[in-house]
Structures are given as C-alpha cells and as structure tokens.
C-alpha cells in the first residue's frame, strides 16, 4: 500500500515537473540565415517568457492579413473595451475609438503597444483566445515546434512560451515571407496623434548592420531581445533571453555578435561614404537622358527594384560659358515595386524617414503602371539632385532596404 502510494507520488510530481512552465532562464542564439549555421548557442531550446517577442508573430499574423486582402492598411479598426483597458506600454486608445491599420503595426514596432495588439488579434481572430490559437498552429508550421501562445502582447501567461531557437525561425520568417514589409522594423521613431515614439531596439542606432527586429520585458521573462545584423552581405539573426536589465542585454548581445562575425570572416564594416562634396558645375548642368529601348521586360510584382529595360548612359550637357544655377532636383530613387498601393505607400513613407540627410524637399510618389496582368506601383522618393539621389540610395542599402537612383525624364 505505501509502495503504491510512494509510485503515486512520485508519477504525479514527474508530471508535474514536467507540465510546469518554465522559469526565467538565460538562453541564447546566434544563427547564419544563408547557411543555417549556428554560430553562437546556450540553452537555444529552453522553453521562457518570450514577453513582448510575442508581437513579432502578430506582426507576422498582420503581415499575412494584408497579403491575403483580409486587411488594408488604411482600414479603421475599433477599439473595444478590453484593448483600451490592457496595460502598459499602451498608446492609450479610448474605447469605440478607430485606428488605422497602419497605425496598429507602426505602434507594435516601434511602442511596443499592447492596447494595439489586441486591436489587431480582434481584427484578425474576433477574439484575442481565438488570434492566440491561431498564432500557435501558424507558428508550428513555420517550425516552431516549442512554442505556444496564449495572448497577442505577451503580456504575462504561465502557458504563453518559446525558445531562442524558435524566435530566431520567426525572424528568418518574416524577412522571407514579406520582405515588402520587413524595412519596418527598422524605423528608429514613428508619430500618431503629435506624440512621437521611439523605437524600444536600441541596436538601430548603436550596432551598425541592425535593421530589426523586437525587444521584450517582463518581470518574469527578464529583458528579451531578437536582433537581425547584415554586414558584407552576412545576415545573422542574434537572440536573447533573460537579460537582466536592457543595458547589459543589448552589451550582450553585441558580444555574441561579434564573436559570431569573427567566425564568418566579417571583421570589418564598410562605413557609408561621406556625401561628395558640392561641384556647382556638375549639379546645374542640363541633363538628358538616351530614349528607352521599345521593348521592356515585366517588372516582378514583388519588392524587385529593376527600372523597365536598361537605363541608358546619362550623358551630362555643359558649358563654361552657361551661367551657374541651383542643382537640378528632377532626380529620384525607387525603393520597390507593388501588385497594390498600400505596401508601395509605405515603402517610400519608411525610405523618407530614413533619408535624414538628403530629404529636405524630397517628396513621396507613388507611380502607377497599367499591365496586361493588373497595375504595379513603383514606390518612389522625387526632388532629388543626383548626388543626393545616389547618396539616398547608400544610406539606404546600408539599412538593407532596395534602393536605384532614378534619372531625370522617368518619371
């Protein structure tokens, strides 16, 4: 009888143990997306709080939302009365109020808003339980087996849990899946009604090569953190969990890094060449460009930046004896190509804001393409001159975003 009951015991606290979610641990991960090689490890495969890492799978869910017409970006979503009541960080959205599409996913990446995240799981699921099952068997089916989400923010959830390992596949995901939107996740701040918000990844404007993707806190979780670095052309996906404040996480997360390039052979970053100095002589001259073949290979409908047909040599006009007059400001730069107007919009809304240096007076197009297979948006920046053009363009493809310089009369 005692024997049986000492089994007992002892099945029921292995049961336990093992039903029992997992505590806030230190784990670790540095992956080579082109090769699959991991370069960095420790504890990849312990199940913890992914805190708010869990926006990068509603981002994902809101991505696919879009790509199927589900969602449109410049869709008004309410706000019902449990997304105005979550807590912080929130943006304060008032219950019955609306708020764009748009407006949900830039406050996801860059506020971390967990009042816009719920608003997004009822836009997509009805309610947030049914969005978290959802989130769950979609995760399972990009590979994250280890991985089970109870909640859209994750805000704390003793079921809500993941891995270094399965984070790191979701990054990979969404730069594979929607690469027109992927550039998001490098805005540094982002404004909804006059208020501006600073983005919670430090790496954007400390570890040169970052371009995403999302940090997470809570008390139980620690200090969370998956990082995408490209330098010479070498993609690494950094991720870690645990940290135990955001300083010594982020200095972290640096280490491993670099670490991890030393080992691929990247041990030194180009910097971005200084903008040229100004040749009033070569800025005012009269520019023409030779006539387009006639025939035109179709542009992919996707983020392909190819110009239709080979652009012809630009051929400078000048004169010692013409007089000196402002630059010429009819150039400009392409940063994508769309099957819709929404993601070609935000391409060049998000290139806009990153061109710090050369965007006085740059302004936003958006132009539209008649096809035999439906229209095609080409999402472009106009008033440029073409040493700012060109210099867009580095700025730019050092930030990892698509980026040609696009010559007077094309557009």
């Not at 501006?196 to 371009?211: C, E, F, I, P, V």
Request: aromatic share 6%; charged share 20%.
């Amino acid at each position: 009888m005692k024997l049986g009951l000492k089994l007992i015991t002892t099945a029921l606290l292995t049961l336990f143990v093992l039903m029992a979610p997992a505590q806030a641990k230190y784990a670790s991960l540095v992956l080579d997306v082109d090769t699959g090689e991991i370069l960095y490890s420790r504890n990849a495969d312990t199940r913890n709080y992914p805190a708010s890492l869990t926006k990068m799978m509603t981002l994902y869910m809101a991505f696919e939302a879009l790509e199927k017409g589900k969602l449109k970006m410049k869709q008004k979503l309410p706000v019902s009365r449990r997304a105005a009541g979550m807590a912080p960080s929130k943006l304060g959205l008032k219950y019955r109020s609306t708020i764009t599409t748009k407006d949900v996913i830039m406050a996801l990446v860059t506020k971390s808003a967990n009042d816009a995240a719920v608003v997004m799981a009822e836009a997509i699921g009805g309610k947030e339980t049914t969005f978290a099952r959802m989130m769950t068997k979609r995760a399972h089916q990009l590979g994250m087996k280890r991985t089970t989400f109870r909640n859209a923010s994750g805000l704390p959830n003793r079921g809500q849990l993941s891995t270094a390992r399965d984070m790191a596949t979701l990054a990979i995901a969404l730069k594979r899946d929607f690469p027109q939107y992927y550039g998001l996740f490098s805005t540094k701040s982002y404004t909804y009604k006059k208020r501006s918000y600073r983005n919670h990844n430090k790496l954007l404007a400390s570890y040169q090569g970052t371009d995403g993707v999302k940090t997470g806190y809570t008390n139980a979780s620690g200090f969370n953190l998956v990082a995408s670095v490209v330098r010479n052309n070498r993609r690494l996906i950094g991720v870690v969990f645990g940290g135990k404040t955001g300083r010594s996480r982020d200095r972290h997360m640096k280490e491993i890094l670099d670490k991890s390039f030393k080992r691929v052979g990247v041990t030194r970053v180009a910097k971005l060449p200084a903008i040229p100095k100004r040749n009033p002589l070569r800025d005012s001259v009269m520019v023409k460009a030779t006539p387009l073949p006639k025939s035109r290979p179709t542009l992919a409908a996707s983020n392909n930046t190819n110009l239709p047909g080979q652009i012809a040599a630009v051929q400078p006009i000048a004169s010692v004896n013409q007089p000196i007059s402002a630059p010429i400001t009819d150039w400009g730069i392409q940063v994508g190509a769309f099957k819709k107007y929404e993601p070609a919009k935000m391409a060049a809304d998000q290139a806009l804001a990153q061109i710090t240096s050369h965007n006085q007076g740059t302004e936003v197009h958006i132009q539209q393409v008649a096809k035999a297979e439906g229209s095609l948006y080409r999402a472009r920046l106009k008033g440029l001159n073409e040493v700012a053009a060109r210099n867009a363009c580095r700025e730019l493809k050092e930030q990892r975003m698509s980026c040609v310089a696009v010559p007077p009369g094309l557009f």
